[in-house]
């Protein structure tokens, strides 16, 4: 069947409700995933608070039942308890698990629909299959098995059982953070009208703590902001109360699986998080991604640590956390993963406790963070350019690289292990092309505004060379 590859992304599946995820599309997901999964193999859906996902949850199972695989309804949950469903025995989530139960008494995949920080009419899914992400190649595998594959007609078959992972979460956190009890400091919680507030109040609750919280109720068409708390705008009534109150605030996007974390003083951002977290670790192995600031590598091999660099992209992340046995993960965009005493993937209500654990241990995060080295960062800034132009281009820059102009800011090293980040006498430049949208994604970081201001010039006149030299030779 015809289907649009646009929506089978490198992490995920994403597009607009009822245009690219339709009904017939939907069910061939769930079909032809269905059966790379496997004949009567357990597999659960959870879904986020757009109005339009139990729509697709529906269409989904329609899917997956007609390939043969036993489906199980989770509701409307945060995507970190849609992966906390994986490693848990299903009896701990229903009284008929010796209906539907396999041999080993655990699920095999589990399916999470959302559409996490994009806007209102857009979502997706999240796949875990056998306890690991399922994406790149076996996403683009599965578009193929689509398009050259007969896809039969798939009648109406919504999940016949329901399974309660949220409350099992919710009763896992309260036992594992019991010793937060009633801790004092005042606590503010921005939850933006997405899934975090279907666990949060009631874990705040359960253990006796300080908190206020703003927006929430659940609600897909997201009333009051965008949930996306890497974009600052968003943060204004968060930091409203902080300024009032003052204490700890924190903030999610639309599906849980990204946190910020605010006091007064700073907006703290995900490479920063991994660097308080890690005091707490020993001799942690701390894994980031390229978009990282030299500041968090370069503190923790000076506190003994294993920092590693690696690719952006939260599935890339939990694939290397496993190889390596890694402690500790995080994208600056506020992806946290625990293996340290956790289960190794992306979950915003844990890491919203393991720092108020720092914070109850007394540790004074504005002066952590305000003993850091003093760099300037910039945010990341977008190159707009096509789907079949941004890999070539990023190559374009990597060959240019070897013999650059003559007033080329000196080259230390470069690391392709995600694009191109190139490391100068006093800082760094990164070039990549987004695995997700038509663009390049470039940062710049230094001593000073003016430094990095500097390589984002002379790495923006590369990057032009290279778009003239890729269309002058398409051209020809």
Known sequence: MIINRSIFREYDIRGIFDKELNETSVKAIGYHLGITIGKNKLVAIGYDARTHSPILRDWLASGLYAAGCVVLDMGMVATPVNYFANYRPLSHFTQEAEKIIDKNGMIDASIMITGSHNPPEYNGFKITVGRSPFFGEAIYALADRIETEETPKIPDHPPAHTIDVKNAYIAYMTKAFAH????????TVDCGNGVAGTVLPQIFDALALKWEGLYCEPDGT??????????????????RVLEEKGGIGFAYDGDADRIAVLTRKHNIKGDQLALLYAKKIDNPIVIGEVKCSQTMYDELEKRGAKAVMYKTGHSNLKVKMKELDADLACEVS????????????????YATLRMLELVHEGIDIDAEIDALPSVFTTEEIKIETTEEEKFPLVDKVKAL???????????????????????????WALVRASNTTPVIVTRFESVDRDTAYHYQKKVGALITQAQAILRGENHA
């Open 222 to 239: 997201f009333p009051n902001h965008h949930p996306d708390p890497s974009v600052e705008a968003n943060l204004t009534d968060l930091k």
């Open 180 to 187: 937060l009890k009633g801790m004092p400091i005042s606590i």
């Open 334 to 349: 506020g992806h946290i993963f625990f293996k340290h005493r956790y289960f190794g993937y992306d979950d915003a209500i």
């Open 401 to 427: 690289l070897k013999n650059p102009p003559d007033d080329f800011p000196s080259i230390v090293a470069l690391n392709e292990v995600d694009g191109v980040r190139i490391t100068f006498e006093k800082g």
